[in-house]
């Protein structure tokens, strides 16, 4: 079974400054798919960020971007000159190719003025 | 174009009972799927629907069913209700089924077993 490992329950960082958030997964898989959802404290979960395993090109969407290391099954994510409209929950998500997802159980962002 | 919207948006039952919840998925969107999220915690998914049918189950107990109609809108039944059933019930449309296409999630339906 796949399981998605978020080991950061908690991270704060400052307005404009640079914040990783770290993601593990476990799958014999080898075609995939990875996700970065975003949910706001008003709870309506959006896509951040996707990446195909099978391109080595680390994906980027303006100030997100993802440092995607498949051997090690690692898919972390950079935010870049943070917003406070960035703070959030943050989930990592992991999806087979019939469709099936599975999540991890998030991290909350704080951005601090 | 409207989004994922979701009814009721709270609801509040007791242990034994039965609840239908339900989903309207975005214009064209045909693939349905369904998660549960209990406080603290990440979605799981319970089942995903496409063109009426369903297309993969998580690990949830058949007291948990769904539908998928003609106009691809969803429900999702729970039967003999219980106490951990308490969660946030999400649903998410996408265009196709699998693929990596972008999920579109709805508000959510507050669910509390009293």
């Known amino acids: 079974a796949q399981t998605v490992t978020q080991s950061q329950p908690e991270m704060s960082v400052q307005e404009a400054e640079t914040v990783t958030l770290s993601c593990t997964y476990d799958?014999?898989?080898?075609?995939?798919?990875l996700f970065w959802y975003k949910q706001p404290p008003s709870r309506q979960m959006i896509l951040v960020i996707r990446q195909e395993a099978y391109k080595q090109q680390n994906a980027t969407e303006n100030r997100f971007s993802v440092n995607f290391q498949k051997a090690a099954k690692s898919f972390s994510l950079k935010i870049s000159d943070s917003q406070l409209g960035d703070t959030a929950m943050y989930f990592c998500?992991?999806?087979?190719?019939?469709?099936?997802?599975?999540f991890g159980d998030g991290t909350t962002l704080t951005v601090k003025p | 174009e409207t989004g994922v919207t979701q009814s009721p948006t709270h609801l509040i039952k007791t242990r034994g009972q039965q609840v239908t919840l339900r989903c309207s998925s975005q214009?064209?969107?045909?693939?349905v799927s369904w998660y549960q999220q209990a406080l603290g915690q990440g979605p799981q998914f319970i089942f995903q629907y496409y063109r009426e049918e369903e297309n993969g189950r998580g690990n949830f107990p058949p007291r948990f069913s769904g539908l998928q109609f003609p106009n691809y809108s969803s429900e999702l039944n729970v039967n003999a209700l219980e106490l951990d059933d308490s969660a946030l019930y999400l649903c998410a449309s996408s265009l196709v089924r699998g693929g990596g296409d972008t999920q579109y999630f709805g508000p959510g339906t507050r669910l509390t077993v009293l």
């Open positions: 799958t014999s898989e080898n075609n995939y798919y």
């Open positions: 214009s064209g969107h045909n693939t």
């Open positions: 998500a992991f999806e087979e190719l019939v469709g099936k997802s599975t």
